[in-house]
């Protein structure tokens, strides 16, 4: 079992940055036995999208084209805890954002595939950007 405590959400203007965190609790190992975790983000009335997605295992990563660039996925082995620091924040980035890991998905293409059906979600944290 695995729990995922997400922070570091808020509200920031255009063009700035933040970084959420998600920790991971539960798990008997380190966050890099875990393998695939990702983070995603749901804007009202929008389906939820997949941003990025790190094998912790060996630290390969994907993004999608929406934050390609702006975004980085990463993760602190001693601390549990995987990050999404993001730079240059839209308007459009305004959203619920999720963690979320599944030890079940081996590799990176497993991982970030869109029907993946990841085992456990962090609760969210907003994030609201302004113009």
């Known amino acids: 079992q695995v729990q995922l405590v997400e922070s570091g959400g808020g509200s920031v203007q255009a063009g700035g940055s933040l970084r959420l965190s998600c920790a991971a609790y539960g798990y008997t190992y380190s966050i890099n036995s875990i393998r695939c975790m990702g983070w995603f983000r749901q804007a009202p009335g929008k389906e939820r999208e997949g941003l990025a997605f790190i094998n912790t295992g060996g630290g390969s990563t994907y993004y999608a084209d929406a934050v390609k660039g702006r975004f980085t996925i990463s993760q602190d082995n001693a601390k549990n805890t995987m990050y999404l620091q993001m730079n240059s924040v839209k308007p459009e980035d305004t959203a619920m954002y999720y963690c979320?890991?599944?030890?079940?998905?081996?590799?990176?293409?497993?991982?970030?595939?869109?029907?993946?059906?990841?085992?456990?979600w962090g609760q969210g944290t907003q994030v609201t950007v302004s113009s």
């Open positions: 979320a890991a599944d030890p079940w998905l081996a590799t990176l293409t497993e991982c970030r595939r869109p029907s993946a059906d990841f085992r456990y």
